[in-house]
Every structure is written in C-alpha cells, then in structure tokens.
C-alpha cells in the first residue's frame, strides 16, 4: 500500500499541498505586509526542496503574422501572446521533510517594489507560491492582490483630479529599454474636463520612482486647429514630450507648489 500511495504522490495524487494566506489583499506600493505559508502533508513523506513566493504580473505582445490563403491572396492575422513575469521572490531555501497529514507554517513578510504596476482596469498582479517537492509533482498556490499607488504618485493623481483631468485608459506596455528592472512600462492617459480644455486632446504619463523622488515624463497630444494643425498631426508633431521632477521633500512640504510647477510646465509646451 506505501508503495502504491508514493507512486501516486508522485504524479500529484495524494502529494503534499500549499496554501498562503495574506494579512490582506490589498497594498501600496512600497509597503510590506505580512502572510503565512501552509504545507499539507498527503499520504506520504515528501521531501521538500524549497519554498518559493513570487510577486509577478503579465504583459500583452503583438505580432503580425502574414500569410497566402488558397486563392493567392495575401492574409493579415494579429496574434496576441501573454508572458508572465516575476517582478520580485523570496526563497526558503532550507530543506524539509513534510510526514504525512502533517501540516507546517512559515511566516514571511513582503514589500511591494516600487516598479509593481498599479492594477487598474485589466492589469493584474498576484502572489505565487511554489513548493518545490523532491520526486514528485510541485504545488503551487495563486492570490491575487489589489495594487495601490506608491503615495507620491497618489498625490500627482489627486492633483490632476483637482485640475479636471480624468484617467480614461492605462496600458502596460513592453519595452525593450535597457536598465529597467522589467521590461514594460505601465502608461496612463488623462483627458482634461477643465484646465487645458479644447487645448490638448489627452496626457500620456508614465511614473519613474528613482532616487527616493518621482519622475514624470509626460507626452502631450495638442488639439490643433486649421490646416497647420491637420498637417502636424499627419505628421505626429502634434506631440509633445516634458519630463517633470520632484524629490521626497517636495511632497513632504508641499503647500501647493507641485501644481503650480505642473501647470506652468503644461502651459509653457502648450503655448509652443
């Protein structure tokens, strides 16, 4: 019966199992928060190479595939492909064994890196934990999480919001830029309903939390008028690209100077 039981644990069945539980399921970025890891033994012994979380995400490529259909007539076809990435992991890499019904807990703690995209609309990030079993097929264990913005990026929104300016889409979006830690960037466009209304169509900006500061580079999409205006948009010179920076101790203190410096800037490269 020990025989049968471990060849079955072997393929999974009956096999020892993992389950995380978070202290919430939502966090900001740059926060820690805590969880605990539960081994449940199967019906058999297992050993235990090591337990792995992971923080990971997901991002979207398309790729244009091209083809001659029957009658010789050239096809078009866009395919999508999603690859998962690992934005940050912790690994407990001493070795256990795990009897049978026997069930173990690990405590651990996270912190949320500054690169983790916000979730917003389908954006999504989730904590993974593996269990690497010797032998046998690994467990793993999938929680998904809310990701709020890093507290200085939480005050430029609210300030946009203050201006009228409202989110109407955000994208993630690969790159190949070398010197990132990932290779997207999560990029948010604002329409504006007050303050540079019937001027600029949309605000493009991506959020760089570097040298406990944020960086802005924002790429304004002027509405233009009349012919020049027709023409620079089939042009793409319609578009504008200003990068805005500010240091920890300007949203420490801020008594209003962070808008002030993003109105002026937007209006200096409107009024181009």
């Known amino acids: 019966m020990s025989f049968f039981k471990r060849a079955m644990a072997t393929m999974g069945i009956g096999s020892a199992k993992i389950d995380t539980v978070l202290e919430g399921n939502s966090f900001r970025v740059g926060e820690e928060f805590n969880g605990k890891i539960?081994?449940?033994g199967g019906n058999v012994d297992?050993?235990?190479n090591k337990i792995t979380v992971k923080l990971m995400t997901y991002y979207l490529t398309e790729e244009i595939k091209r083809s001659v259909d029957d009658d010789n007539n050239e096809k078009e076809e866009i395919i999508t492909e999603r690859h998962n990435i690992i934005i940050d992991q912790i690994e407990f890499v001493e070795s256990f064994t795990i009897e049978a019904k026997q069930t173990v807990d690990f405590d651990f703690s996270f912190k949320?890196?500054?690169i983790t995209p916000i979730t917003l609309e389908r954006q999504a990030v989730w904590i993974e934990t593996d269990l690497d079993i010797s032998a046998g097929i690994d467990s793993s264990d999938r929680d998904y999480i809310?990701?709020?913005?890093?507290?200085y990026v939480q005050h430029i929104f609210d300030i946009l919001s203050d201006l009228g300016f409202?989110?109407?889409?955000?994208?993630?979006?690969?790159?190949?830029?070398?010197?990132?830690?990932?290779?997207?960037?999560?990029?948010?466009?604002f329409r504006p309903t007050s303050f540079l209304h019937g001027e600029v169509d949309d605000l493009e900006i991506i959020f760089n939390l570097c040298n406990h500061g944020l960086e802005m580079y924002v790429e304004i999409d002027r509405k233009l008028r009349g012919i020049k205006g027709f023409f620079l948009e089939c042009l793409d010179l319609d578009e504008s690209v200003i990068r805005i920076r500010f240091d920890g101790e300007s949203f420490?203190?801020?008594n209003?100077?962070?808008?002030?410096?993003?109105?002026?800037?937007?209006?200096?490269k409107v009024q181009v």
């Open 112 to 114: 949320i890196p500054e």
């Open 38 to 40: 539960y081994v449940k």
């Open 146 to 151: 809310e990701i709020l913005p890093h507290p």
């Open 256 to 268: 209003g100077e962070i808008q002030e410096e993003i109105c002026n800037r937007l209006i200096q």
């Open 166 to 189: 409202q989110v109407i889409e955000c994208e993630q979006k690969y790159t190949a830029f070398d010197g990132r830690a990932l290779p997207i960037v999560q990029e948010f466009k």
């Open 252 to 254: 420490e203190n801020d």
């Open 46 to 48: 297992q050993y235990i």
